[in-house]
């Protein structure tokens, strides 16, 4: 029956080998009150045929990418997948194994965990990079309780509202059972951090300054501006990124003063799945290094002198150091940082570019299309600041009434920040698009159409 | 060294096809892996519109074909081994066989390129299926709710500790520690510190299992609650449970259970009927999600009626045909991540739920039975430092053998020459040379017999020729690494590249 | 055969002080850096830092484990052992020389009161074996 091997005779004989009558004598220490000999109130098993029936048919339900024009991110971009990446994923020897711990049997998870570090140490200007973290918001978290430990006894976290609402949000949570103080700087009225306003909530308690960029609404931050005010008094500056393709064309973190980057790698060949899985990634500067949160891969030689690759840096970690531990992260996302990898290996130096150059190009024209004489009917744009590849509208009808109409026309439309950020009054009439390069001309100028015909 | 080539053939370890390296070694300048459609709009020029701000090149990037780029990734997969090869025996992992049509389902496009801010009325059918898991686990566990959004167990323990504070904040004292038996996880302390508790460690009594005396002795008004692993890290099952989560409660505190070892008594034994009061589950243990290399798990964490206040937003609720999102939980912790979970991995695990139905309790007992066929044919050459039923799993030590000066890290290393992943050895604390081995229902006698071949095998070693084993691994890919060295370099200030990352050339 | 040097003191965590005038020098001794393993990292604090006797001074890690190490005496941090930033592998080679971790001013006059001579350590790790 399902995966377990065993025939009927087979089990017999190896209750017989044992010595136990039944497989309840296996479960004789197990109190009586609540051992159950009646099955669960489950349905009776199914085939690969009535699962492949039934699962296809909650599928059939959800509005995908591919039947679907979608300008829909917010921290999770729609990026082209190489066909290849799905298939080697598939391979066992991948999929199947499990953490490195054993390195002379693991030389290929490992392998390519160095090469996720170095991807991402090279993307985001630092030194070093962990083997992944679950996703973009708890990297966030991860970034500013590290940065709390190299400060020694400061207690105050100042974070732009630029950064994604969610990741905001994980903060508060994770941070609610310690004495830490966490001062938001609203963006200014061109979409940026309020540059003014964030230097003056930094003071000598201040242990970080996060800023996301592009942030929350799409607008590229000035990362230097905001590690000057850290530095100024002696906090550290972390930059998240959850669009990672826009470091192709814009300034690293690591490049203009940010002490640890942190975010979102699922940009590359990771795909959306209803959000998850993804992966996270955690880099920072050498010297911060015994307080990264965890895996970290290192290269080694054996004793005839092969090169390979092994778990490193482990005292840090929840199995060795327990309650002492620089987090209590166990299982990460190694085989998303793997399909990271793959896609970065085959987009390579130039294809980064051109992908990003191709991002950037398409939203560039759909805010043109919206800026030109003709407009875009009730939605404008809402900010002056440059972009990357995602803008807000501000909608002068409700926001539900512009998704309809794009619905109409099998375009899902953006992502309301309403629905993100609800307490935000000011931002509740604003759509986030986002466009990547599997969005077409052709999208574009229908979705453009759909708004101007919006009374 | 012994070598397993065929006369004339290169030795293992000078084999190309074993032997890699990195990519970053094999880039050629000018190759590229990925066509994009020409560029259909008017081209814009990145410093012309960020100036300052703009960045030329991400230097030192890979520059490779796509055969070079899958060649890399295969070779590199074949020096992995996995459970689609062998046994992998690792105690309290849970290497079970990941079955196909949880992988075909997860890729379907209606659940992998769906974005998780689609209109809900747009996704009805991944509500659904969130919706669906969540009754599947409430039946199997007891509990009132379950949140799916945990990323990993980890995270789930996050979680589960994050509502129990909340719960005790609700009732006036927040409380200052979690009791911890010394024989758990890591991650169980590491994840009460981050809750913003200290951790009392409990002494586990002669049989492996909690000490009443010792609970009893360190359970005051300021506990907020117990973390236990039923069974526990040994593979015992704790026969004073309902007693222990009675003592617990008289003092006003909460049971955690650590569902790591779920897959024990999955179908057999509900949680919340044992007096426990949040758990998570491992979704890439018991319910067979592939581990990938080390992740991505999943960690749903269910709970009894007294934290249903306190679970993270969104739940996914129904009303009548129709399934929605709520946020409408005043007293919630707030969120563990963006978004609704590790919903891939949450699809692999329906469908293995639904694969098995109601028969699912057979998963726990041929677990269980494999388990004790190993310990049974293992027990006369290896020691078992406490002896009480197994459930699972056994931990046997390396006791006999260290005495000949052979730790379980070398018989560890031997395994790998005869075909086998190592047991697990980091844990329980509380067997010294431990040797902890989980094979899972999904091993058929031949394979148990192959295994338990060699685990004798290398007991005779041990005694006839204990070099063979001291030098092991001897037909891998690469032998043992030097790690402290490796270590100590990644150590030295300024030391980042070669060692962490490679180097920019 | 004695393995512990006599001219100094023991404590039962396994660490060392050598008092000469108003300087304590402190270590592990080589009893504890056997059951540790190859040391791959020192962590000290900083000059100038006071400590009580018994209290936890640093951590010194191996590959597997981490050992918090504790002062014997009090006093005043005037010297950390920098050489064990590039080879924390003396801990190993020489722990009752190259491998010292610490020197302090002492502020207890010398009180050796609670610590083990030589001799006294030496069964105390016996016994410690047996236990």
């Known amino acids: ?455 | 060294m012994s070598d397993t080539s065929a006369p004339g053939a290169p030795a293992a370890r000078t084999d190309r096809r074993r032997r890699e390296g990195s990519l970053f070694d094999l880039s050629h300048p000018g190759r590229t892996g990925v066509a994009l459609p020409p560029l259909d709009v008017p081209a814009i020029d990145p410093p012309a519109l960020f100036g300052s701000a703009h960045r030329s090149e991400v230097a030192g990037e890979v520059e490779a074909s796509e055969v070079d780029v899958v060649r890399h990734f295969t070779r590199l997969s074949q020096l992995n081994f996995a459970i689609d090869t062998a046994l992998y025996p690792l105690g309290s992992c849970t290497m079970k066989h990941n079955p196909r049509i949880n992988e075909e389902v997860a890729r379907l496009a209606g659940f992998s390129d769906v974005h998780p801010y689609t209109a809900e009325h747009l996704v009805q059918g991944a509500l659904e299926l969130l919706w669906l898991l969540e009754e599947r686990l409430k039946t199997l566990t007891g509990f009132a709710r379950v949140t799916l959004q945990p990323s990993a167990g980890a995270n789930g323990e996050l979680a589960g500790t994050l509502m129990i504070r909340a719960a005790h904040v609700a009732r006036g004292n927040a409380r200052r520690h979690i009791l911890v038996p010394d024989s758990a996880h890591g991650t169980n302390p590491a994840s009460a510190h981050f809750a913003g508790y200290s951790v009392i460690e409990l002494a586990s009594n002669a049989r492996g299992t909690l000490d009443l005396a010792e609970l009893e002795a360190k359970l005051t008004d300021e506990v907020a609650a117990l973390m236990i692993t039923v069974p526990n890290t040994l593979g015992v099952f704790e026969e004073n449970i309902l007693k222990i989560t009675e003592m617990v409660h008289a003092k006003g505190a909460l049971v955690y259970l650590d569902g790591a070892n779920f897959n024990a008594f999955v179908g057999k034994v509900r949680p919340a009927d044992m007096g426990v009061d949040v758990m998570h589950m491992n979704l890439h243990k018991t319910f067979s999600t592939p581990h990938g290399g080390g992740g991505p798990g999943a960690g749903p964490v269910g709970v009894g009626p007294a934290l249903v206040p306190y679970l993270p937003t969104p739940t996914v609720e129904r009303d009548g045909e129709v399934f929605r999102l709520s946020y409408d939980r005043p007293g919630s912790i707030g969120r563990m991540r963006t978004f609704h979970g590790n919903f891939g991995v949450l699809v692999r695990a329906l469908t293995y739920i639904e694969s098995y139905g109601n028969t699912i309790p057979e998963v726990a007992e041929a677990a269980v039975l494999n388990a004790n066929y190993l310990r049974k044919r293992l027990e006369p050459f290896y020691h078992l430092k406490y002896d009480a039923p197994s459930y699972h799993e056994v931990v046997f030590s390396d006791r006999k053998q260290a005495a000949g000066g052979i730790h379980n890290i070398d018989i560890a290393k031997r395994l790998m020459d005869y075909g086998f992943h190592p047991p697990t050895m980091s844990f329980p604390l509380i067997v010294p040379g431990a040797l902890m081995i989980e094979p899972t229902e999904s091993e058929p006698k031949e394979e148990l017999d192959a295994f338990a071949d060699a685990m004798i095998a290398i007991a005779k070693e041990c005694q006839e020729t204990p070099e063979l084993v001291h030098g092991a691994p001897h037909t891998t890919p690469v032998g043992r690494l030097d790690d402290a060295s490796t270590a100590r370099e990644a150590s030295k200030p300024g030391s980042f590249a070669p060692v962490l990352r490679a180097p920019v050339r | 055969m004695s393995t512990y040097p006599d001219d100094r003191f023991y404590t039962k965590s396994h660490e060392w002080v050598r008092v000469e005038g108003a300087t304590g020098t402190i270590g592990i001794t080589d009893h504890a850096q056997q059951e540790l393993g190859e040391v791959v990292f020192v962590d000290l604090p900083d000059v100038g830092e006071l400590f009580d006797a018994g209290q936890e001074f640093g951590t010194i890690e191996s590959v597997k484990a981490v050992s918090e190490v504790f002062l014997p005496i009090a006093g005043e941090v005037v010297e950390v052992n920098k050489t064990l930033v590039d080879e924390p592998g003396a801990v190993n080679e020489d722990p009752y020389g190259d491998g010292w971790l610490v020197k302090l001013k002492v502020t207890s006059d010398g009180d050796m009161a609670g610590l083990l001579s030589a001799a006294a350590y030496e069964k105390f790790v016996e016994e410690e074996a047996k236990g």
Not at chain 1, 105 to 112: D, E
Not at chain 1, 265 to 271: D, E, I, K, L, Q
Request: glycine fraction near 8%.
């Open chain 1, 1 to 455: 029956m399902g995966y377990i091997p065993h025939s009927p005779a087979e089990r017999s004989a190896l209750l017989r080998e044992i010595g136990a009558a039944s497989v309840d004598d296996l479960f004789s220490t197990v109190p009586r009150a609540v051992y159950r000999t009646e099955p669960p109130a489950l349905p009776a098993p199914q085939s690969e045929i009535e699962l492949r029936r039934g699962m296809a048919a909650m599928a059939g339900k959800n509005a995908d990418g591919s039947r679907w024009a979608s300008f829909l991110g917010a921290g999770l971009y729609a990026h082209h997948s190489p066909a290849f990446v799905s298939q080697l994923l598939l391979r066992g020897e991948f999929l199947t194994a499990y953490t490195p711990y054993q390195a002379e049997v693991s030389q290929g998870t490992l392998t390519a965990i160095y090469e996720f570090q170095t991807h991402v140490a090279l993307l985001t200007g630092m030194d070093i990079a962990n083997a992944s973290m679950y996703e973009g918001a708890s990297a966030f978290v991860e970034a500013v309780l590290m940065a709390e430990r190299l400060s020694k006894k400061r207690s105050k976290v100042v974070v732009s509202k630029g950064v994604h609402p969610e990741y905001l949000t994980a903060l508060g949570t994770y941070l609610a059972n310690f004495p830490f103080q966490i001062v938001q700087v609203p963006l200014g009225p061109d979409g940026r951090t309020d540059a003014a306003a964030l230097a003056a909530a930094v003071d000598e308690t201040t242990f970080a300054v996060g800023l996301q960029s592009p942030n929350v609404v799409g607008v590229v931050e000035d990362w230097q501006a905001a590690a000057d005010a850290a530095h100024a008094k002696g906090a550290l500056a972390i930059g998240a990124v959850n669009e990672m393709f826009s470091l192709a064309v814009l300034k690293a973190p690591g490049h203009a003063g940010m002490d640890i980057a942190c975010g979102e790698a699922a940009s590359f060949g990771v795909p959306p799945s209803f959000g998850g899985p993804l992966v996270g990634f955690l880099a920072c500067r050498d010297a911060f290094k015994r307080q990264i949160p965890g895996r970290l891969v290192g290269r080694a030689v054996d004793a005839q002198g092969h090169e390979g690759f092994c778990l490193t840096l482990s005292t840090r970690e929840q199995h060795i150091r327990r309650e002492r531990a620089t987090s209590n992260i166990c299982t990460n996302q190694g085989l998303m940082a793997l399909a990271a990898t793959m896609t970065l290996s085959a987009l390579g130096k130039n294809g980064l570019r051109e992908t990003a150059v191709q991002c950037l190009s398409k939203a560039e024209y759909f805010k043109a299309l919206v800026k030109a004489k003709a407009g875009a009917g009730p939605c404008s744009l809402a900010f002056a600041g440059p972009t990357f590849n995602e803008f807000a509208l501000r909608c002068a009808v409700p926001v539900d009434t512009v998704l309809s109409a794009l619905e109409a026309k099998g375009i899902l439309g953006g992502v309301p920040m309403a629905r993100i950020a609800p307490r935000e009054g000011a931002w509740k009439d604003l759509l986030l698009v986002a466009v990547t390069e599997r969005n077409t001309r052709e999208q574009i100028d229908r979705a453009a159409e759909v708004l101007r015909s919006i009374r």
